[in-house]
C-alpha cells in the first residue's frame, strides 16, 4: 500500500508543478521548455516504479525502473559492445550511405522527367515491402556481420528521403526559376543556388525519419542472425532467458542514442534552414 500511496503522490505532485509551470508567465523560455519534459519523465519513472512494487507484478513482466538501472548500470562494457555494433556500424554506415544515394538519385531524377515517371512508383512499391520479408533475404546475401543490418537500413532510408527531395526540389514557384533564367544561370547554378536551399526543409524532414528507420532495422535485422554481439540479438536472447531487466536496458540505449541522433539532425537542420518560418521564435 505504501507503494501505491507513492505512486499517486508523485503523479499529484508531478501534474501539480507540470500545471503551473505551463500557466506561468516564463512557460515561454528555455529553461520551461525544458523542465516540463523532465518533470513528466521523473513522474513516469516514480508511477511506474510505485505501482510495479506495490501491485507485486513479476519482475519478468515487467521489472521497476531501480531494478532496470542496476542493471544497466552492471552492464555497461556488454551494452557498449552492442551499441557499436548495431548503431555505429549497422546502422550510421547504413545512414549514411542509403541518405547519400537517395540525395543523388533525387538530382538524376528531378533532371530526368523518364527518371521521375519510372521511378518512383518502382521505389513506393519497394517501400511498401515488410521488413520482417526483406531482412532474412539481406541477411542470406550479405552476411551475419554488420554489412547485412546496413544494408537493411539502406533499404528502409532511402526512399523516404528520396521522396522528400524530390518533392521539396520543386518548392521554388515559376517567377524564382524566371529570374534564374533571366541571369543566364544554367541548370546546375539553379539547382545549387535556388532549388537545393529552397528544397532543404523538405530533405531534413526526410532525414528526420530516417533516423528512427534506421535504428529500428539494424536492431530488427539482427533478428535474423548476428555474431553474438548487438541490440537486437540481446534482445532476443534475454526474452528467451526472461532477462527482461536487460532487454529493458537494450531498449534504453536505443532509446538514448535514437533520440540524440534525431537531435543532431534537428540541429544540423536549425542551422542550414535558420531562414525558415518553421526555424523562427
Not at 163 to 175: K, P, S, W
Not at 220 to 225: N, Q, R, Y
Request: glycine share 8%; aromatic share 12%; with cysteine.
Amino acid at each position: 500500500m505504501t507503494w501505491i500511496v507513492f505512486a499517486l503522490v508523485s503523479w499529484a505532485v508531478g501534474y501539480w508543478a507540470n500545471y503551473k509551470l505551463a500557466n506561468s508567465a516564463l512557460r515561454q523560455t528555455r529553461l520551461v521548455k525544458l523542465a516540463v519534459p523532465m518533470i513528466f519523465g521523473v513522474t513516469v519513472m516514480a508511477v511506474w516504479e510505485g505501482m510495479v512494487r506495490g501491485l507485486d507484478v513479476p519482475h519478468v513482466i515487467l521489472p521497476p525502473p531501480s531494478a532496470i538501472a542496476e542493471r544497466f548500470a552492471g552492464s555497461l562494457p556488454v551494452l557498449w559492445v552492442d551499441f557499436v555494433q548495431t548503431f555505429v556500424k549497422g546502422a550510421l554506415s547504413g545512414y549514411v550511405i542509403g541518405c547519400g544515394a537517395a540525395f543523388l538519385v533525387a538530382v538524376l531524377i528531378d533532371r530526368s522527367p523518364f527518371l521521375q515517371r519510372g521511378l518512383l512508383p518502382v521505389g513506393n512499391f519497394i517501400a511498401a515491402l515488410p521488413i520482417v520479408g526483406t531482412a532474412p533475404i539481406l541477411v542470406m546475401w550479405f552476411g551475419f556481420d554488420w554489412q547485412s543490418k546496413a544494408a537493411v537500413v539502406v533499404a528502409m532510408v532511402f526512399f523516404p528521403v528520396l521522396v522528400n527531395t524530390v518533392q521539396g526540389l520543386t518548392a521554388t514557384d515559376r517567377m524564382q526559376r524566371d529570374l534564374m533564367a533571366t541571369y543566364s544561370a544554367s541548370y546546375w547554378q539553379t539547382l545549387t543556388k535556388l532549388r537545393l536551399p529552397a528544397a532543404m526543409p523538405a530533405v531534413f524532414n526526410g532525414l528526420k525519419i530516417a533516423t528512427t528507420l534506421a535504428l529500428i532495422g539494424a536492431i530488427v535485422a539482427e533478428f535474423f542472425g548476428s555474431p553474438i554481439k548487438g541490440m537486437g540479438f540481446r534482445i532476443s536472447t534475454e526474452v528467451g532467458k526472461l532477462g527482461l531487466d536487460m532487454v529493458w536496458a537494450e531498449i534504453t540505449v536505443a532509446a538514448l542514442a535514437g533520440s540524440a541522433f534525431y537531435g543532431a539532425v534537428a540541429l544540423l537542420e536549425k542551422g542550414v534552414t535558420f531562414w525558415h518560418p518553421s526555424q523562427r521564435g
